[in-house]
């Protein structure tokens, strides 16, 4: 059983930081993708930051320059450091993760249960 467990999430005020994490347990072999999503009420489910197990980043437009997506390997660990939060930052956050379970198992995807980020004064 692997389980993706998001935590950091809670309310700030606009301008303000917060720093994210997803802690992923379990039988795990080999992480490659982790991902941020976030939904806020009446919109889609939408892709904020992505890292590969290498390093190498992407972000979407609306969060470029605010937010930094990392991870630590090592403890399989996925973190989201936000800056300058916005009202339009506001929703649930989720981790999501490709994964091997086992040597040559294929890769399955996992999600979090969220944390909810509010940005409001």
């Known amino acids: 059983q692997v389980q993706l467990v998001e935590s950091g999430g809670g309310l700030v005020q606009p301008g303000g930081s917060l720093r994210l994490s997803c802690a992923a347990s379990?039988?795990?072999?080999?992480?490659?993708?982790m991902r941020w999503y976030r939904q806020t009420p009446g919109k889609e489910r939408e892709l904020v930051a992505a890292?590969?197990?290498?390093?190498?980043?992407n972000y979407a437009d609306s969060v470029n320059g605010r937010f930094t997506i990392s991870r630590d390997n090592a403890k399989n660990t996925l973190y989201l450091q936000m800056s300058s939060l916005q009202a339009e930052d506001t929703g649930v956050y989720y981790c999501?993760?490709?994964?091997?379970?086992?040597?040559?198992?294929?890769?399955?995807?996992?999600w979090g249960r969220g944390t909810q980020v509010t940005v409001s004064s």
């Open positions: 999501n993760a490709d994964l091997e379970q086992s040597p040559n198992s294929g890769l399955d995807e996992y």
């Open positions: 379990g039988r795990i072999f080999f992480i490659t993708t």
């Open positions: 890292i590969i197990r290498g390093g190498s980043t």
